[in-house]
């Protein structure tokens, strides 16, 4: 007789927080007698990060064009992405593109903050030991991995500032540093629903975990984040009600 798996492959299941400690990842590859072997090393966590105050999860949309970012400094820890370092420099910052990563390298970032990457670029000679290892990598774009590791960090109170999750078309600003050295034009109009989608795992993955996007003029999909079961935790406020409700609270 043949069993039938009836159990939903699909269903996401919370992942309980647990202090991160460190992972063994591969570190090379050689094919020996026609087989593959993988040499692994375990990577110690350095960082040793302790949540302080709101996580400040910083994106290049343009949503946060005007926006003040040392309004943010000392009501909690700030985690941006990629060229943000050339005009602020976050307590975290991300990439996991190779030709942006050694580019920072080569900007010695990792000297002035700390430097988030995935293990390919981490095990780079170039890298000079100036990366850290994105815990757990879940491998997603920049922003995404920012916020996941916020989550491993263990902040429960995430803010979303500059995440627009799509383009506006041709001729108008889609990202704070685009026609600039490692991003290039930006002249599509297109919904980046991978990154969408990425971002509504982390709500179920983390349902103890509050996700609040910062966003003057919300496209209606971010109204729609919850898919299946409203876990409500997250939502979206507007600049003011965050300067309002949020930070002239903290200060």
């Known amino acids: 007789m043949k069993t039938i ?14 202090q991160y400690e460190g992972e063994t990842v591969i570190v090379n590859t050689i094919i020996r007698k026609g087989q593959r072997i993988q040499e692994t090393a375990f990577y110690e966590d350095k960082v040793k990060a302790v949540p302080t105050g709101n996580a400040y999860i910083i994106g290049n949309g343009p949503s ?80 995404n991995a920012a916020m996941w590791t916020a989550c491993i960090h263990g902040h429960r109170n995430l803010y979303l500032i500059g995440f627009d999750f799509r383009e506006y078309g041709k001729g108008v600003l889609n990202n704070i540093y685009q026609d600039t050295d490692c991003y290039g034009p930006r002249n599509n109009g297109d ?6 989608s990425t971002f509504r795992r982390l709500l179920k993955q983390r349902p103890y975990c509050n996700f609040t996007i910062v966003h003057d003029n919300p496209p209606d999909f971010l109204h729609n984040l919850q898919t299946g079961t409203d876990l409500g935790n997250s939502k979206v406020i507007s600049y003011k009600q965050f300067n309002d409700e949020v930070l002239n609270q903290l200060s």
């Open 64 to 143: 946060r064009k005007g926006f003040d970012l040392e309004s943010l400094k000392g009501s909690g820890q700030i985690y941006g992405c990629n060229a943000l370092y050339r005009d602020f420099l976050p307590d975290y910052i991300f990439s996991v593109d190779t030709r942006m990563t050694q580019q920072m390298v080569t900007d010695e970032v990792g000297l002035r903050t700390v430097h988030y990457a995935p293990s390919l670029e981490v095990n780079r000679k170039q890298s000079k030991g100036m990366l850290h290892l994105i815990p757990h990598n879940p491998h997603w774009i920049s922003g």
């Open 5 to 18: 798996n009836l159990k939903r492959s699909n269903v996401i299941e919370p992942i309980e927080w647990k």
């Open 191 to 196: 919904i980046f629903e991978g990154w969408l």
